[in-house]
């Protein structure tokens, strides 16, 4: 069955750096796009940006321009997203999510079905 | 961007009950609109996408509705597990944008 699994939680002090990973299973990682997408403490859910998984292009939502690094590793069907400069208010559950979208120029078909299990990252002094 | 707005934020119903949750668009985003339920401690799941077509599994009791700016969740006949918080999303244009969400609570 198709599945995403994300590695593990993550506490990190402010200014610093998180990597987090998504390693796809059960169809072909090239066909399909990466999304992620946070949820802050009781919020609600925020699109971060889309990856493809064919050739790489992304597009990244505006306010974490400069700060966010989506990329895949095809060898291992995973996908990773690195957030810089870590501020409190980016402390939230992290998901990736399989997007059937294929073109970074408009979008098409993004919806986000399966989800990973999210990646709890806390920003603490 | 496209600002995704819904009604009610929290919707009390009795089990067996109908259940009709709203999104509305800032503006028109043809049928590129999704709807993802989420339960406590668990990650969200596609309901629906293309405003209407139910996803893989996903019961007879879900339905949606609607194209342009407002769009429409039915459940048709509330079930205990179906309790939970719902958000559309447009996927019509950059930056993708979800809804605050509509819990649906036992009445």
């Known amino acids: 069955q198709v599945q995403l699994v994300q590695s593990g939680a993550e506490v990190k002090k402010p200014g610093a750096s998180v990597k987090v990973s998504c390693k796809a299973s059960?169809?072909?990682?090239?066909?399909?796009?990466i999304s992620w997408v946070r949820q802050a403490p009781g919020q609600g859910l925020e699109w971060m940006g889309w990856?493809?998984?064919?050739?790489?292009?992304?597009n990244y939502a505006q306010k974490l321009q400069g700060r966010v690094t989506m990329t895949t590793d095809t060898s291992t069907s995973t996908a990773y997203m690195e957030l810089r400069s870590l501020r409190s208010d980016d402390t939230a559950v992290y998901y990736c999510?399989?997007?059937?979208?294929?073109?970074?120029?408009?979008?098409?078909?993004?919806?986000?079905?399966?989800w990973g299990q999210g990646t709890l990252v806390t920003v603490s002094s | 961007e496209i600002v995704m707005t819904q009604s009610p934020a929290t919707l009390s119903v009795s089990p067996g009950e109908r259940a009709t949750l709203s999104c509305r668009a800032s503006?028109?985003?043809?049928?590129?609109l999704a709807w993802y339920q989420q339960k406590p401690g668990q990650a969200p799941r596609l309901l629906i996408y293309?405003?209407?077509t139910r996803a893989t599994g996903i019961p007879a009791r879900f339905s949606g509705s609607g194209s342009g700016t407002e769009f429409t969740l039915t459940i048709s006949s509330l079930q205990s597990e179906d309790f939970a918080v719902y958000y559309c999303?447009?996927?019509?244009?950059?930056?993708?944008?979800f809804g605050p969400g509509t819990k649906v609570d036992i009445k």
């Open positions: 059960g169809y072909t990682f090239t066909s399909y796009g």
């Open positions: 999303q447009q996927y019509n244009n950059w930056p993708l944008t």
């Open positions: 293309g405003a209407s």
């Open positions: 503006q028109s985003v043809s049928s590129n």
């Open positions: 999510a399989r997007d059937p979208g294929s073109s970074h120029r408009s979008p098409l078909n993004n919806w986000f079905d399966p």
């Open positions: 990856i493809s998984a064919y050739n790489g292009n992304t």
